[in-house]
């Protein structure tokens, strides 16, 4: 039996096959990786034929009822946050629609080089995203922006566990993870299970706060702040730069030393 992702493709494809204004078709995500469940959505991507994006992006919501079986989502979103031309929707069954349009070919993105399959295609648009996935890389992290920040953000914590504010120091301690240290890495959060091999993932979770009591906060504080130093020399000999020199890194991460003693 079909799962919803796979019925949604089928839909989609059909469509797409049709549809004048569509050049190709392209799924990503787990679908085109194997490892669709009952729970997965379809990511999409419709290539439109030269100068007919945007008016397929006036129809974004008759493209997305038709994919869903001809009734209306009952919850969307556009995500501007990531991308231009995307487009999310939701049936009542909670059955997720991910789709993004791109004209005459598709632009390269991380999610792209973990697998896609090419559905429809109309122009050897397939072929030239795999000659153009080979010659991407992925925007690097600006590490010299964000450093100077990132010791301040950790002194800043070190004050508010001293004035017991637990939660903020925990919530603020595993961004820092996320937003900070993972970046250096070359990864993110929704996408480190498959960056990341097995040890640097065990050095994040040891890193973070396994409880909000104060002594559990201090050691996460300092681990956090040694594991950003570290982080910075993977991050220098994976693109070449120069480690940032912050003046108060040592004096912060002193402070953090002591009070966990």
Do not use: C
Not at 54 to 72: C, N, V
Not at 154 to 170: C, D, I, P, Q, S
């Amino acid at each position: 039996m079909a799962i919803p992702a796979e019925l949604l493709a089928g839909r989609a494809a059909a469509w797409a096959e049709s549809d004048a204004a569509v050049r190709a078709m392209i799924v990503y995500g787990s679908l085109a990786q194997g490892t669709a469940d009952a729970d997965s959505d379809l990511d999409v991507i419709i290539v439109a034929e030269p100068g007919q994006r945007d008016a397929l992006w006036e129809r974004r919501e008759q493209i997305s009822d038709l994919i869903h079986g001809g009734h209306e989502a009952v919850w969307h979103q556009e995500p501007l946050w990531q991308r231009p031309y995307r487009y999310q929707s939701w049936d009542a069954e909670l059955t997720e629609l991910d789709l993004t349009l791109d004209e005459e070919h598709v632009s390269p993105w991380a999610a792209l080089t973990r697998g896609f399959v090419p559905f429809v295609d109309k122009a050897e648009v397939a072929a030239r995203l795999r000659s153009d996935l080979a010659a991407w890389t992925p925007p690097e992290y600006d590490a010299p922006a964000f450093d100077g920040p990132t010791w301040l953000w950790l002194n800043y914590l070190h004050g508010k566990l001293r004035h017991g504010e637990a939660w903020m120091v925990r919530y603020g301690l595993t961004d820092t993870l996320s937003n900070r240290v993972l970046p250096l890495l070359g990864t993110a959060g929704h996408s480190a299970h498959h960056a990341l091999d097995a040890a640097d993932i065990d050095r994040v979770q040891r890193a973070a706060p396994a409880s909000g009591e104060p002594a559990e906060l201090r050691r996460s504080l300092r681990a956090t702040a040694e594991l950003y130093a570290w982080a910075l020399d993977r991050w220098s000999r994976r693109t070449g730069q120069t480690v940032p020199r912050n003046p108060l890194t040592p004096a912060i991460l002193d402070k953090l030393k002591a009070s966990e003693s």
